[in-house]
């Protein structure tokens, strides 16, 4: 993968503050926030009592404070949630999206890339960042986040720095990339987003980041009973996966998907997203979609619109 440069500047970013911050948000988050050192982040969901997904976020600890990073708009969802189970404790919330633009940079050669830039960074483990640049690069900070399949890096920068941090990325041999094949790039590397591929009907379970953002073992929080339940059971009835089509037009999100071609195939799965695949084959998309999950198996073909389709 060349070393593309995507502006996300759009994503939520809020800093939570207080003595009680990493209690209180360890208590309404499916991953163990006590453990975090300043440098460390983890990838975590909200969850309701039910177990029922209400926000994709990733955490950052640092020195005074832990952020949270998820989709645009999320913080109108987020924060009243977490506000209503505040009575005593010291935690304050604020919205910083407005503050600090994010750009994405994602390649092999991206370490290399950022340290010619005055960045070491290529140690950090996944979620781990620095809380500041460099005088070449302005940024708030630097986070490992590896959601593409390569090393990919979160900056957040102040707002009135974006343009000359992006200029100095694409001087350094970054690629701008748009909106489009950022989507081909998350699809292809299984990476979703709420509101698009995850809502307050997906159990945590369902959405394929169990490993990556629930913890069985961190204790009490809202929505851990019926998620350790599912643990117990070994399976959900369903599993976001990933699909190659064997040919386009595009599905749109929604489109059923079958067992095998109608009029005898009975609906197996719904699609979530689709794109056009940037990196590999044109012609064939790729998508994301919740499959039953006897079907969710590397290699199981289905059929999406009297096509064939494969998941991988």
């Avoid at 999320?74 to 604020?94: G, K, M, Q, W």
């Avoid at 399949?149 to 001087?171: A, F, G, Y």
Wanted: charge should be negative; hydrophobic fraction near 40%.
């Amino acid at each position: 993968m060349p070393e593309f440069l995507f502006d996300v500047s759009n994503r939520t970013q809020i800093e939570v503050t207080g003595r009680d911050r990493v209690k209180f948000l360890h208590s309404f988050c499916t991953n163990d926030i006590k453990k975090l050192q300043p440098g460390q982040g983890c990838e975590a969901f909200v969850t309701n009592v039910n177990g029922k997904v209400l926000g994709h976020i990733f955490v950052f600890a640092e020195r005074d404070s832990l952020w949270l990073e998820s989709v645009a708009g999320s913080a109108a969802t987020l924060l009243p949630h977490l506000d209503r189970y505040l009575i005593t404790e010291d935690v304050r919330f604020a919205d910083r999206s407005a503050e600090f633009a994010e750009l994405l940079l994602v390649g092999s050669q991206s370490p290399e890339l950022l340290e010619r830039l005055g960045l070491i960074v290529a140690a950090l483990p996944r979620y781990g960042h620095l809380a500041d640049g460099t005088a070449t690069l302005p940024l708030r900070s630097i986070r490992r986040v590896d959601w593409l399949d390569s090393p990919t890096w979160l900056l957040s920068i102040p707002t009135d720095r974006r343009d000359e941090v992006q200029r100095t990325l694409t001087q350094a041999g970054a690629q701008p990339a748009t909106e489009e094949e950022f989507h081909s790039s998350r699809i292809a590397a299984g990476f979703p987003l709420y509101g698009i591929d995850i809502s307050e009907e997906n159990l945590a379970q369902e959405v394929g980041r169990t490993a990556l953002a629930i913890s069985f073992t961190k204790g009490c929080y809202l929505g851990q009973e019926p998620i350790a339940r599912i643990d117990a059971m070994g399976h959900v009835n369903r599993q976001l996966c990933r699909l190659e089509l064997s040919s386009g037009p595009l599905p749109t999100s929604g489109t059923p998907i079958l067992d095998k071609p109608a009029p005898d195939g009975k609906q197996i799965g719904t699609m979530t997203s689709c794109a056009w695949n940037r990196l590999g084959d044109a012609d064939k998309p790729l998508a994301l979609a919740y499959l039953r999950s006897v079907f969710a198996k590397i290699g199981t073909q289905v059929i999406v619109e009297s096509r064939e389709a494969n998941v991988f």
